[in-house]
């Protein structure tokens, strides 16, 4: 910056970056809005020289060129979707990661909202509706969650992570969770795992539903004992003590998140279980728990960060107008991550 405007004590303008830089005011202005046919170098001389000088745009005359509020919605939608589920569930914390390690560069922001009820819907769409938001990063944690249907039937621009309901038009990202599940199946199969059970999670979330039905799949005619939890380490405890109860003699567990999965070994080792000699235990997302839980975890990694990163990719094309008029899919594929426990 200048000498005249620090010793005024101004504020650094688009001029002054743009005599930093060695361009145009309007270039400046290109590059500071997000226009995107700018060439590369003209646009890192550009940013260099915002960092330099300190500038920083005006919010809402950028909103008057842009039409855009610079900021998207990052949606957790569904029952018990509330700030004390989202900050205790290692899974939400990824999203959160790879949402904001995404957005930075492209210099938007995310505002965090939770839906769970009529009104919180209400909230939602007139927040995105005003242009508070310029889309919706959307993560729904019940299949029969009606907000995916209301964003899309208002016209709004919004990206779900998980497949979306038939007749809902929205871009969405997922895993291939059935194989994930068959993963986990032929893993315990080939430690010689034979009396075999599943936690799974909410029947009405079908990210659960085909984890366990791809693992009993894989199983093929063997019978398989499902424990219905909530995804959370006290539903995993509670379920394995039913299905323990049930078949003391079981050599492998597989639950459909690791937080259940932590929660099962918790319980085995109670009973006298030593992990993996006597009972394996096979979890599913490789978040931290996995790695803080004793013994570490093996289990079926869903790529978080990477899923959230594309969200944004798809949202930004979307509200800039460079995506396709048909909704887009992009799925990703599991991998199996072998520690101590299987």
Do not use: K
């Not at 729904?140 to 899309?152: C, H, Q, S, V």
């Not at 509670?238 to 567990?253: C, F, I, Y």
Request: with cysteine; net charge negative; hydrophobic share 50%.
């Amino acid at each position: 910056m200048d000498a005249a405007n620090t010793a005024a004590g101004t504020a650094p303008t688009l001029e002054d970056v743009a005599r930093a830089a060695g361009v145009s005011r309007a270039t400046v202005s290109r590059v500071v809005n997000g226009v995107r046919n700018v060439d590369p170098v003209i646009q890192q001389a550009v940013q260099r020289a915002v960092a330099e000088t300190g500038y920083v745009p005006n919010r809402a005359a950028r909103s008057l060129v842009t039409r855009r509020s610079g900021a998207v919605a990052l949606v957790v939608s569904g029952a018990g979707a509330d700030a004390d589920r989202v900050f205790q569930d290692p899974f939400f914390g990824r999203v959160v990661s790879g949402v904001v390690r995404a957005l930075r560069p492209r210099g938007v922001h995310p505002v965090l909202l939770f839906a769970d009820g009529q009104a919180d819907r209400a909230q939602v769409l007139a927040h995105l509706a005003q242009g508070g938001a310029d889309g919706a990063l959307l993560v729904t944690t019940d299949g029969r969650d009606p907000l995916p249907g209301m964003i899309a039937a208002a016209g709004l621009p919004a990206v779900l992570f998980a497949r979306p309901a038939p007749g809902v038009p929205l871009d969405w990202v997922d895993l291939r969770h059935r194989e994930g599940g068959a993963l986990a199946a032929r893993h315990l199969l080939a430690r010689g795992c034979r009396r075999l059970v599943a936690i799974g999670g909410p029947a009405d979330v079908p990210a659960s539903r085909e984890r366990v039905e791809g693992f009993r799949e894989a199983l093929s005619a063997s019978a398989v004992r499902v424990a219905e939890a909530d995804f959370t380490l006290d539903g995993g405890e509670q379920a394995m003590r039913v299905v323990l109860a049930e078949r003391p003699d079981l050599d492998g567990v597989f639950a459909a998140n690791d937080l259940m999965a932590q929660g099962a070994c918790l319980v085995l080792r109670e009973h006298g279980r030593r992990i993996p000699d006597d009972v394996a235990v096979v979890g599913f997302d490789d978040s931290g728990a996995a790695v803080a839980s004793r013994p570490r975890l093996t289990t079926v990694r869903q790529p978080v960060e990477d899923m959230a990163a594309e969200m944004v990719r798809l949202l930004l094309d979307r509200v800039e107008g460079a995506a396709a008029a048909d909704p887009a899919a992009v799925l990703f594929d599991p991998e199996l991550v072998v520690r101590d426990s299987a």
